[in-house]
Nanobody
Framework: QVQLVESGGGLVQPGGSLRLSCAAS????????NGWYRQAPGNQRELVAK??????NYADSVKGRFTISRDNAKNTVYLQMNSLKPEDTALYYC?????????WGQGTQVTVSS
């Protein structure tokens, strides 16, 4: 059974940092494209950051502030988020995308507020 379990969300003040983690079981993360997406109330789910092969891609809104990484030994993908802004508030989801399947975690809430 495939499971993606996110953790690390929470409440943080503007300018603060959080690190999200996504631990996978039942699949090997490095065999898939790995991404972080987010969805704020009333908005569509949007791509935040992605690892595709050896490359990383970021939404323009997070470039220079967020970093996606993967620890193959731990089968875990991370999203380091720095200089957080109120507009980063959303439910953040981990994704593993293969040719025939797309798998999602349950999401972790990030709230940026003073």
């Amino acid at each position: 059974q495939v499971q993606l379990v996110e953790s690390g969300g929470g409440l943080v003040q503007p300018g603060g940092s959080l690190r999200l983690s996504c631990a996978a079981s039942g699949i090997t993360f490095r065999n898939f494209d790995n991404g972080w997406y987010r969805q704020a109330p009333g908005n569509q789910r949007e791509l935040v950051a992605k690892i595709t092969g050896g490359s990383t891609n970021y939404a323009d809104s997070v470039k220079g502030r967020f970093t996606i990484s993967r620890d193959n030994a731990k089968n875990t993908v991370y999203l380091q988020m720095n200089s957080l802004k109120p507009e980063d508030t959303a439910l953040y989801y981990c994704n593993a995308q293969g040719i025939l399947q797309s798998m999602w975690g349950q999401g972790t809430q990030v709230t940026v507020s003073s």
